[in-house]
Structure formats: structure tokens, C-alpha cells
T-cell receptor, first 109, second 117 residues
Framework: QKEVEQDPGPLSVPEGAIVSLNCTYSNSAFQYFMWYRQYSRKGPELLMYTYSSGNKEDGRFTAQVDKSSKYISLFIRDSQPSDSATYLCAMSAGTALIFGKGTTLSVSS | GAVVSQHPSRVICKSGTSVKIECRSL??????MFWYRQFPKQSLMLMAT?????????EQGVEKDKFLINHASLTLSTLTVTSAHPEDSSFYIC?????????????FGPGTRLTVT
């Protein structure tokens, strides 16, 4: 079993939809949870960073962490075509980041 | 915001030659820099971690004699792929972190696409 599992998609939604992206993990030592957005042929951009269970909101983005289930989610409200990208979850026990494979999202206008 | 640049953005080289990739933090001092490799439709894989002024720490399976990393200043780290082969063709991405920032607060460069012919 890989340390971090993420469905690669692709995920296609119409503009305005609510998007749910998820990752599961197996290492209970992970304490830090991140979501990155990566456009084609570009480096990842940090979207959300949390280190506790619960929800964290930033604009249209909400990150959710459930440590008991070893499950994290990223919700995007009112999705826009500019949200079309690959979304990577990443986790850490304090040193290296372990990334998921990324989910490719396409938002159509 | 924190900006990290990489140069070159794209490089094509012949098998057996060496290629140097630069990673610079433009508006902060990067005490720690990370080098990742990403194959198509795969996740980022950490290759090595470098702290300014000290030797890089390589991940298991990464040949330190093949991927030479130098972090000589607080704003510059270089990755040299020595005697490159076609299987080294990949997208190489660096990230940088300032002192006091958490593990997740890494700022990534735009990446360098290496093609070895």
C-alpha cells in the first residue's frame, strides 16, 4: 500500500459546480497536510496548509482533515475554468513531503 | 509573495553530457532547498534536501555521484546531472523554504524539463 493514495481522475465538472478532491494515507505519523495546484508544465503552488483535524477555509477553498480516518479533502466552491489544473495532496511527519499522484480537474464554461 | 526561479526552463542534451540546473529564491533567504523529479502523470518524488553550506541529504535510491547538488548561498542551489542518459529525462522541480517556516511552506520553482537524446 502506498503511503498516500489519490485518485488521478480526470474529473470534469461544469462551471459553478462544487468539487471534492480526496486523499487517503496510511502513515499515522503524518501531522502536516497540504494541497497544491499545478498547472501544466509549471511548478506546484501551495493552496492550503493545515496541521490539525477539522476544516480550514480560504475563499472558495476548504481543506478538511480527518486524522481518525486518515482522510483529507479539498472542496472548491463555485468552480471556475481557471481552476482547471492538477491538484496534489501532500503530507509530512515533519521532514520530507510525500505527494499523492495528483487529480486532474477540468472545469468547463 | 515568495518567488523561486529555475534556469533553464527546458534543456535538451546528448547522452553522456552533464547538465546544470539553477534554483534561486528571489525575495527570501532559503536555508533549505529541495529537489524533486516528476515523471508524466506521476507524483513529485523527493530526490534530495540541501541546507546552505552543508552537504545534501539524498533519498534512498538517488545516486549522489550522478545528481550533484550544491547549495553555496542562501539564494542559490544547483543540481548537476552528470553523464546524463535518456532515462534521466524528466521534469526537475526545486523548492525552497525560509528559516522558521513550516515543512509545508515550501515555494516551488517553475521546473526544468530535461530531455536526453
Amino acid at each position: 500500500q502506498k503511503e498516500v493514495e489519490q485518485d488521478p481522475g480526470p474529473l470534469s465538472v461544469p462551471e459553478g459546480a462544487i468539487v471534492s478532491l480526496n486523499c487517503t494515507y496510511s502513515n499515522s505519523a503524518f501531522q502536516y497536510f497540504m494541497w497544491y495546484r499545478q498547472y501544466s508544465r509549471k511548478g506546484p503552488e501551495l493552496l492550503m496548509y493545515t496541521y490539525s483535524s477539522g476544516n480550514k477555509e480560504d475563499g472558495r477553498f476548504t481543506a478538511q482533515v480527518d486524522k481518525s480516518s486518515k482522510y483529507i479533502s479539498l472542496f472548491i466552491r463555485d468552480s471556475q475554468p481557471s481552476d482547471s489544473a492538477t491538484y496534489l495532496c501532500a503530507m509530512s511527519a515533519g521532514t520530507a513531503l510525500i505527494f499523492g499522484k495528483g487529480t486532474t480537474l477540468s472545469v468547463s464554461s | 509573495g515568495a518567488v523561486v526561479s529555475q534556469h533553464p526552463s527546458r534543456v535538451i542534451c546528448k547522452s553522456g553530457t552533464s547538465v546544470k540546473i539553477e534554483c534561486r529564491s528571489l525575495d527570501f533567504q532559503a536555508t533549505t532547498m529541495f529537489w524533486y523529479r516528476q515523471f508524466p502523470k506521476q507524483s513529485l518524488m523527493l530526490m534530495a534536501t540541501s541546507n546552505e553550506g552543508s552537504k545534501a541529504t539524498y533519498e534512498q535510491g538517488v545516486e549522489k555521484d550522478k545528481f550533484l547538488i550544491n547549495h553555496a548561498s542562501l539564494t542559490l542551489s544547483t543540481l548537476t546531472v552528470t553523464s546524463a542518459h535518456p532515462e534521466d529525462s524528466s521534469f526537475y522541480i526545486c523548492s525552497a523554504r525560509d528559516v522558521g517556516q513550516g515543512i509545508g511552506e515550501q515555494y516551488f520553482g517553475p521546473g526544468t524539463r530535461l530531455t536526453v537524446t
